[in-house]
């Protein structure tokens, strides 16, 4: 199944999602960055999808899904996707998200501990400030005539200098989805994140974690995943040399560090099934 499909959340907004890999592999959960689309994964779904039945989405205000008026919430961004798991019947998933991706993974972690088989924070934070630097940006969205201020915000913090010295396809691609996004949706987003505080409850997370980090990152820092690592009991701390989008900047680094933590599960599932099968 390779289609969009939506699913209508509790409050009327319709949310866009799409599978990846066969119906009877353990589901895993890719949640993406801020003012990207699903598609910001679509290196890694082929390889992921070989052992994994992958399900991409939405945020609200993003791609496919409804730009509903307002500030938006970590709590109904959170929401979101327990309604979309329990619209398709899945109790429990991997969950793999980065950057704002990656504070929603913290709350689903916190909130829905039992939903969650192991979890990967990428290029994410429990914090970002000041309340003020969000605001600007929220105003900023709404009175602009276009995003290509704000594209070219994303560009500079996304990648390294290398990679948008020149043309780059890629870049071109993230640059063209953020000027087609609705500047409310955008700016509901920004709202979630300026008023998200996971610094202390991130202690109550039990699954078992995944945190990677750029060492160049200039958004969510290094030493913010350093700061997760150190508060989530248990979690593994991985710092890879990039700046934020590491899936798309270095994704062999990348895809060994998810496959290797997310494949101690897939094994040990896969092993309880052929032992019941017995």
């Known amino acids: 199944m390779t289609e969009t499909l939506h699913f209508t959340a509790g409050d009327g907004t319709r949310i866009a ?7 009877n592999r353990p589901v895993l959960v890719l949640s993406n960055s801020i003012a990207t689309t699903f598609h910001m994964w679509d290196g890694q779904v082929a390889e992921l999808a070989k052992s994994f039945r992958v399900l991409r989405y939405d945020f609200r205000g993003h791609g496919g899904s409804d730009a509903p ?21 899945f109790p429990r998933v991997h969950f793999l998200g980065l950057s704002l991706g990656g504070f929603v993974g913290q709350w689903l972690g916190i909130h829905a501990p039992e939903r969650i088989e192991r ?18 940006q929220i105003r900023n969205v709404l009175a602009a005539s276009d995003l290509s201020a704000t594209a070219d915000m994303f560009m500079r913090n996304w990648f390294p200098p290398s990679m948008l010295a020149g043309e780059n396809e890629t870049v071109e691609e993230f640059q063209a989805a953020i000027l087609a996004m609705s500047p409310q949706g955008l700016a509901g987003c920004f709202a ?34 350093e700061a997760i690592a150190a508060t989530v009991p248990g979690a593994e701390l991985v710092l890879l040399p990039g700046v934020h989008l590491l899936n798309v900047e270095r994704p062999t680094e990348f895809m060994e560090a998810i496959t290797r933590f997310l494949a101690v599960e897939h094994g040990s599932s896969a ?6 099968a017995g």
């Open 17 to 23: 999602y799409r599978f990846d890999g066969p119906e």
């Open 119 to 136: 979890l990967v924070l990428s290029n994410t934070s429990p914090h970002l400030g000041p309340a003020a630097y969000f605001d600007e």
């Open 69 to 89: 008026a307002g500030a938006y919430s970590l709590d109904r961004l959170g929401r979101d996707v327990l309604e979309l798991l329990d619209s398709l019947g």
């Open 192 to 225: 979630a994140v300026r008023d998200a505080d996971l610094r202390r409850p991130i202690s109550l997370i039990t699954a078992p974690t995944l945190v990677i980090g750029g060492v160049d990152d200039k958004v969510t820092l290094a030493s913010h995943s």
């Open 271 to 276: 092993a309880r099934a052929l032992r019941a």
